[in-house]
């Protein structure tokens, strides 16, 4: 029987989306944009199809045609038709989240309002003689039956386009007429002023909704036709279906400042969410090629470029580049170069990773929060392959495949998760939870704690001091054997230990000093309490795994601060639920990332570079990175490095397999064949 041949967009993909510029539509030959398209290894593109601007001579009232169309062809469809030669796919983009406010003048009742009942306008200051934006409505009938269905049916029913993507579809807070209304009919009360108060269900019921509308309409067009939507919270936790495929969009928006740069975790965090979303293709990563919207009209620099679009196919995403302009009117011509040697380099590894599993022994409950990103911080840091878990999507079966289940400060424990949590670690598993926990009897028992806990002012000058058995050592303290101590900062959470199998890893120094004073004199530096029997790491072991809990928040100390000792502890911690179990080790350099992917007989080890003080000016080579991994027997026919092409030495020993990668700059992928 012959099997189904998978959908094209169900395979690898590499994509670039050009965000055209109406003035430079004059500029578009389609034969020559597909062209470069292919030579910058595009196999799919993302044009401007409708919404904002129809890029087609577009018979639908309301909507704005682009005044600077050829007249005597269709733009549109010779482009589609430029691409299909090159066997390019082709992406209509849509945005209907604005449209020029001629149309706010004839038709009010569309667009958003603010509480005092003023619409929302975009770019007033903008220079030019460009005419306003304005903000429509989700729930609005621009968005819906009067302008964006038509749409939509025009150009399905016109162009072979491959795939539809929606920009911009989020939720945006409104109080216009057709809110209040739905406000009222959903939740029987009326639409509160301030946005903090809305019901948690009206976003994403907003956004499914519209998303719906779209979704029903283009499939009763096409069944085939697929609908891409942007990952965001409103729709993240949403077991609808409101799209074929989902991708995600981490900026390096380094025009925020060097202060405000973004954290180097964020595309493979991205992915790894994204890739969380149980039965949907691989997700894409969108990343913009400039330092941010104020500057888009020129370049990251080259070498911050290349570490940030790594990251998307290392965390098994297909990459989906963001380009202002074509190749004719981008005036920073690195960028031409980085994203056709990145999806040369891609295009190597893409075969292999196609339906490649990722291999983690540890999860993290995902609360959408700074403590979940500071577990993220630490596990990547230190080259610790882990999955995301939605809480929507947490049950027995999911947690079983887990060795260790992070649970970060803010998850909430409900009776249902609490009983998962349980059986998980009463099976063999282990948790880490940190911070303010609810005082729930079985939560307690779990973790080897009293009923009365106590949470104390936010303290400084204080320590974390690792506790230590007569002969025995301290497996918390691993790597930080000369030092008893290391910094901590924040509330603790007083608790006491109970039962036998109860172990208290680590305890609270108190501070010092007041702030103030710290400093001087150093006379009156001593510790007056230089030990306490105040739990900041409690071990418990509970039927046949066990549960860790650190009554502080780790994750807070690792956004804050950044301090080795604290990615050290939390390495260890890690360690001591793998054991013997660990499946891979590897040389910890701080600015080094690994993920970890199964294939038939293969395996595929993904390292990538981004060592050096960011935004990155330079790839700073590592050198003679050490791999060892747990093999159990099998035979090893071939270690290969699929970007640069060369074969790399190994030995087997042990039931382990040792690699030393002698040189990586930016990105590599390495082969591992069993026999």
């Known amino acids: 029987m012959q099997t189904k041949e998978k959908a094209w967009w169900k395979k690898p993909l590499r994509v670039v989306q050009t965000n055209l510029q109406i003035k430079d539509t004059a500029l578009i030959d389609p034969e020559r944009y597909a062209a470069g398209m292919k030579q910058l290894g595009a196999n799919t593109i993302c044009f401007n199809v409708a919404g904002i601007y129809a890029w087609y001579p577009s018979k639908v009232p309301y909507h704005t045609i682009n005044e600077y169309l050829p007249q005597n062809f269709d733009l549109l469809q010779e482009v589609i038709a430029a691409c299909h030669k090159q066997g390019i796919r082709f992406i209509a983009r849509f945005d209907f989240s604005k449209t020029e406010d001629t149309f706010y003048l004839q038709k009010p009742q569309w667009f958003i309002r603010q509480p005092s009942g003023e619409p929302e306008i975009i770019g007033a200051g903008r220079p030019g003689k460009w005419p306003l934006l304005m903000s429509t409505c989700l729930n609005g009938a621009y968005r819906n039956e009067a302008v964006a269905i038509p749409v939509l049916d025009e150009v399905i029913s016109h162009y072979d386009i491959d795939a539809i993507f929606f920009n911009a579809p989020r939720f945006v807070p409104c109080w216009c007429e057709a809110c209040h209304k739905k406000y009222i009919k959903l939740y029987n009360k009326p639409l509160p002023i301030d946005k903090s108060q809305f019901d948690p269900s009206w976003a994403p019921t907003c956004f499914r909704d519209n ?96 570490f940030w679009l790594s990251q998307i196919p290392a965390q098994g995403g297909n990459i989906w580049h963001s380009l202002t302009g074509i190749p004719e009117t981008i005036e920073d011509k690195r960028i031409l170069e980085v994203v056709a040697d990145f999806n040369h380099n891609v295009e190597k590894v893409e075969a292999y990773m196609e339906d490649a599993i990722g291999v983690a022994q540890i999860a993290m409950m995902w609360t959408g929060d700074a403590s979940a990103e500071g577990w993220a911080d630490g596990l990547i840091n230190m080259q610790i392959p882990f999955d995301v878990i939605l809480s929507a ?102 608790v006491r230990p109970v039962g036998v199998q109860s172990q208290v890893l680590a305890t609270l120094v108190p501070p010092f000093s007041p702030m103030e004073s710290v400093g001087a ?155």
């Open 211 to 306: 998303a719906n509308n779209w979704y029903r309409f283009i499939k009763s067009k096409n069944p085939e036709l697929p609908m891409i939507l942007y990952l965001y919270p409103a729709n993240m936790l949403d077991r609808e279906q409101t799209s074929d495929m989902h991708c995600t969009e981490p900026q390096d928006i380094l025009s925020l400042g060097h202060h405000h740069i973004p954290e180097f975790w964020k595309p493979a965090l991205s992915m790894k969410l994204g890739i969380s979303l149980p039965d949907r293709p691989t997700p894409c990563g969108i990343v913009h090629s400039s330092p941010g919207m104020d500057w888009r009209h020129t370049g990251l620099p080259p070498a911050e470029y290349s």
């Open 393 to 494: 999507h947490a049950t027995a079966e999911k947690l079983s495949p887990y060795k260790g289940l992070i649970i970060p400060e803010g998850m909430k424990y409900s009776d249902e998760f609490i009983a998962l949590i349980s059986d998980y670690v009463e099976a063999g598993g282990c948790i880490f939870a940190e911070g303010a926990i609810p005082e729930e009897p079985r939560l307690l028992a779990l973790l080897g704690i009293a009923n009365d806990l106590y949470t104390s002012e936010a303290l400084t000058a204080s320590y974390l001091r690792f506790e230590r058995s007569e002969g025995a050592s301290n497996p918390l303290q691993k790597g930080l054997e000369h030092t008893e101590l290391i910094a901590h900062r924040g509330k603790v959470v007083y």
């Open 521 to 675: 004199p150093p006379e009156r530096a001593s510790l007056p309490v230089s030990h306490t029997d105040l739990p900041l790491a409690v071990w418990n072991q509970a039927g046949k795994g066990h549960a860790m809990y650190m009554p502080f928040s780790l994750s807070h100390l690792i956004n804050e601060y950044k301090l080795g000792e604290h990615y050290q502890l939390l390495s260890n911690a890690i360690d001591m639920a793998l054991g013997e179990h660990k499946f891979i080790e590897i040389s910890n350099i701080q600015g080094l990332q690994m993920t970890l992917f199964e294939k038939g007989n293969t395996l595929l080890i993904h390292l990538v570079n981004g060592v050096g003080r960011r935004p990155l000016s330079s790839n700073i080579p590592l050198h003679d990175i050490a791999l060892s991994l747990k093999i159990d027997g099998r035979r090893v026919k071939q270690v290969s490095q699929l970007i640069s092409g060369e074969a790399l030495s190994y030995q087997e020993a042990a039931g382990r397999l040792a690699i030393s990668v002698p040189r990586l700059t930016i990105w590599e992928c390495l082969l591992i064949e069993f026999e």
